[in-house]
């Protein structure tokens, strides 16, 4: 079993198409959940998912707990073997999940499996082909679930560059096989990029400061 988790604030305009990328998967139905974890948006995104109940899993937070602390929320609801994390405005190839779980259910050496991504428009054109383990980013990478465990969860005083305190202490521990495919469709754009600069730069400096 495979846990999509999906988390949101604020991105009505894009979650659903997030979500239909996943429910149309050529994996089998009963192989994948989807839960959406909806971290205190003040937009029309709790509307847009109730629309969707008959097919995913939906938590509406009733406060802002930032996007590890939603993270975190999802896996621990999570009944799959393994975990997979979907950005809101992002979306996925209708194989993904079948490529990454086959390959995780065949190779019991390897910890987490990613894939490479097209840089994508807002309108879905693809501007860019990027190998994942050259430039790699936080979402599309299927995890087997007990070790996110192990090492700890996202760190949720951080709340920006948790990508990059995880995998370092993933790292530290398991590894991850990027496989050379574009499955994955990551929505390139100034809030995502850098968020805000100077929260970047506090966070860089914690992050230092925490891995030396």
């Known amino acids: 079993m495979v846990s999509v988790i999906i988390t949101t604030y604020n991105y009505a305009s894009y979650v659903e198409r997030a979500i239909r990328s996943i429910v149309d998967q050529s994996l089998p139905k009963n192989q994948f959940e989807i839960l959406v974890v909806n971290d205190c948006s003040t937009d029309h995104t709790e509307e847009i998912l109730d629309n969707w109940k008959d097919s995913i ?3 509406n937070l009733e406060e ?3 996007l590890a602390g939603a993270r975190n ?5 999570a009944r799959g073997q393994y975990v997979i994390f979907v950005d809101a405005d992002d979306y996925v190839h209708s194989d993904l999940l079948r490529v990454q779980k086959l390959f995780l259910d065949l190779n019991n050496d390897i910890d987490a499996v990613s894939t490479d ?3 994508v428009s807002d309108k879905g ?4 082909h990027v190998n994942a383990e050259e430039e790699p980013i936080a979402c599309g990478i299927m995890f087997r679930k007990d070790y996110l465990y192990q090492i700890g969860f996202y760190d949720e005083e951080f709340r920006a560059r948790e990508e990059e305190d995880l995998r370092i202490r993933w790292q530290s521990k398991y590894n991850i096989h ?4 574009p499955l994955y469709r990551y929505w390139m754009h100034t809030e995502n990029l850098t968020k805000n600069e100077a929260e970047m730069d506090k966070f860089k400096q914690k992050l230092e400061e925490k891995h030396g």
């Open 125 to 128: 054109k693809h501007l860019k």
């Open 178 to 181: 990027n496989v050379i495919i």
């Open 57 to 59: 899993r939906v938590y």
């Open 64 to 66: 802002n707990v930032g």
């Open 73 to 77: 929320f999802g896996i621990r609801k």
């Open 117 to 119: 991504y097209f840089i």
